[in-house]
Structure formats: structure tokens, C-alpha cells
């Protein structure tokens, strides 16, 4: 389930987004996590596994009709292509007439994702009858 980002997520938020190349160093994350609180169209958002632990972080760019995913990281235990299809699943959720984009690091995880989403849409659509 997705937590918006809040200031008592601090330690958790730089802790996911230091499982991201090139945000290792403390003054990388400190930078990056300002970045998305100082205006309203960015945010962070933390998933937590049905254990009930954060073990995710997602960071979006939102517009009305543009979502932006700049960033996803997930704990080691996590990774895999499920758990991130479940966060962007969530994410598509909280923005359902938003089209999803990602940055060059996250391009191709959602192309992958879009193609599973129409496999998945493809196959829950029933069969047309001829009566």
C-alpha cells in the first residue's frame, strides 16, 4: 500500500532512495529528497508489504493529464518484477486518467509494466459470441 511522503518518514524515504544508483551519498539524498517536498506537483510515496514495513519508494512528477515516475526503489528482499508492477499498479490507481511516463532510469520498467497491464486487460475481457 502507498504513504504519501511525510516528514516522519525522513530516515525511511533517504534510506529506499539510497538503494538508487547515484543517490548513495548523504548530501545526494538530502538534495533529491528537497527536490520533491519544495513544490506541490512532485511527491514521494512509500510502500509498505503486507508484513506492514516500508520497503518501497516511488517519486512522481504530476501534472492533470502526466505522471512522471522519476524514481522506484525497492528494499533487496523486495525486488523483483511483481512487487514493482504492485507499486505502479497502486500509483496508476491514485491517478487513473493520468498517462504514466518514466524517466530514462524507469523507462523501460514501465514499458514492461504497460505491456503486462494490456496482457492482463486482454485476457479479462470475455470472448464475443456469435448468436
Same mark, same amino acid.
Given at each position: 500500500m502507498l504513504y504519501k511522503y511525510k516528514e516522519s518518514y525522513k530516515k525511511i524515504? %533517504?534510506?529506499l532512495l539510497?538503494?538508487?544508483p547515484g543517490?548513495? $551519498?548523504i548530501s545526494h539524498l538530502q538534495t533529491e529528497l528537497n527536490w520533491y517536498t519544495s513544490e506541490s506537483s512532485r511527491?514521494? =510515496?512509500l510502500w509498505k508489504n503486507e508484513h506492514g514495513d516500508f520497503c518501497g519508494i516511488v517519486g512522481l512528477e504530476v501534472s492533470d493529464d502526466i505522471i512522471v515516475i522519476r524514481?522506484?526503489?525497492l528494499s533487496p528482499a523486495e525486488r523483483n518484477e511483481g512487487?514493482? =508492477?504492485t507499486v505502479l499498479d497502486e500509483v496508476a490507481q491514485l491517478y487513473p486518467s493520468a498517462k %504514466? %511516463?518514466?524517466s530514462l532510469e524507469v523507462a523501460s520498467i514501465i514499458t514492461k509494466w504497460e505491456r503486462r497491464k494490456n496482457e492482463r486487460e486482454k485476457q479479462n475481457r470475455k470472448p $464475443?459470441?456469435?448468436l
Open positions: 524515504a %533517504m534510506g539510497s538503494f538508487i543517490l548513495k $551519498e511527491c514521494l =510515496y524514481h522506484i526503489a512487487i514493482t =508492477y %504514466m %511516463m518514466g $464475443e459470441t456469435n
